[in-house]
């Protein structure tokens, strides 16, 4: 069974910074390709960034583009996005999810973790 547990959320001034921290297990991390999204209230649910399983490839979304970065560390099983330059734009609850192949296509992850919320704000 795959489970995904987000942790690092919390507010921040604009400008600031955050690490949000995705654990999984190494079955996971072996077989699935990790994704970051994140919902506003009263909007869809948008991809951010992915990173492969296999190659590390990763992918993000023009909003975030040269801000955020995805990384893996295999050794604690944790997927990580860093979240440099936040606007308060970027307030949204955010989810990393897990599907066999990298996009920021919502409907392809079959697996949610339960979500931590970022707030930009000063």
């Known amino acids: 069974q795959v489970m995904l547990v987000e942790s690092g959320g919390g507010l921040v001034q604009p400008g600031g910074s955050l690490r949000l921290s995705c654990a999984t297990s190494?079955?996971?991390?072996?077989?699935?390709?990790i994704g970051w999204f994140r919902q506003a209230p009263g909007k869809e649910r948008e991809g951010v960034s992915c990173?492969?399983?296999?190659?590390?490839?990763?992918i993000y979304s023009d909003s975030v583009k040269g801000r955020f970065t995805i990384s893996r560390d295999n050794a604690k099983n944790t997927v990580y996005l860093q979240m440099n330059s936040l606007k308060p734009e970027d307030t949204a609850v955010y989810y990393c999810a897990a599907a066999p192949h990298p996009s920021l296509r919502v409907g392809l992850y079959n697996y949610w973790g339960q979500g931590t919320q970022v707030t930009v704000s000063s």
């Open positions: 190494r079955f996971t991390l072996d077989y699935y390709s």
């Open positions: 990173i492969s399983f296999d190659d590390g490839s990763t």
